[in-house]
């Protein structure tokens, strides 16, 4: 079955310390995956995707195709990091994406 | 203002009533997409177009319907054939060759009472 697993519902950070989101998916195929986020009385929005191998707002992803993850992480997190991010992933150019049920990241003063 | 618009924010429903959730889009996108949230869960798609007068049912299709008879909107109605249709239903818009690059509208929160 295809599936995504984000196993922490939330997430407290202080600011300035590391860290990892985690997400781990199951497909038989070979998926792209993404990170979407969703601030504050903001829309869903894509932050990044595996294929980009770019970092966003200091966060990158890798893709271990061994352990099927693509977990989030930022070394230094900020205050205007805390938001809603959800793990999601789709077959290359298909249009149905999976999408996991989101982890709540807190960041403290 | 060029984006994905819902309407309405909020919208209530007698339970047996079908009703129907605005999706316009002026970003000239192939593809739109329904999906709907519930608590403690990710986004469930719902349907998705590709094209004008073309969708396809995702993975919750029963008890919904929608039609694309113009590039720009997507409405979605639930019907009454939907056993728990309280939830918040977003929308989303792609390009059609980058199909996993979703714009997402607002959102519309629906209570059947």
């Known amino acids: 079955a295809q599936r995504v697993t984000q196993p922490e519902k939330l997430l407290s950070v202080f600011k300035g310390a590391p860290v990892e989101l985690k997400c781990n998916y199951s497909?038989?195929?070979?998926?792209?995956l993404f990170w979407y986020v969703q601030y504050s009385r903001q829309r869903l929005q894509l932050l990044l995707r595996?294929?980009s191998r770019e970092s966003i707002k200091g966060f990158t992803a890798d893709l271990n195709k061994g352990e099927t993850s693509f977990h989030l992480k930022k070394p230094f997190a900020q205050e205007e990091d805390s938001a809603m991010y959800y793990c999601?992933?789709?077959?290359?150019?298909?249009?149905?994406?999976?999408f996991g049920a989101g982890t709540r990241l807190f960041v403290k003063a | 203002d060029g984006g994905i618009t819902q309407s309405p924010k909020y919208l209530f429903r007698k339970e047996g009533q079908n009703v129907t959730l605005s999706c316009e889009q002026n970003?000239?996108?192939?593809?739109m997409y329904w999906y709907r949230q519930d608590p403690g869960q990710g986004l469930r798609l719902i349907y998705y177009?590709?094209?004008?007068?073309?969708?396809q049912k995702g993975d919750i299709a029963e008890g919904y319907s929608v039609s694309r008879e113009k590039k720009e909107s997507f409405p979605l109605t639930v019907t009454s054939a939907q056993k728990n249709p309280t939830a918040f239903y977003l929308c989303?818009?792609?390009?059609?060759?980058?199909?996993?690059?979703?714009?997402f509208g607002p959102g519309t929160r629906l209570t059947v009472t």
């Open positions: 989303a818009s792609s390009p059609a060759r980058e199909p996993n690059e979703q714009y």
């Open positions: 497909y038989s195929g070979s998926p792209e």
């Open positions: 595996h294929i």
């Open positions: 999601a992933l789709a077959n290359t150019g298909g249009f149905k994406t999976i």
């Open positions: 970003l000239n996108h192939d593809a």
């Open positions: 177009s590709q094209i004008v007068n073309d969708f």
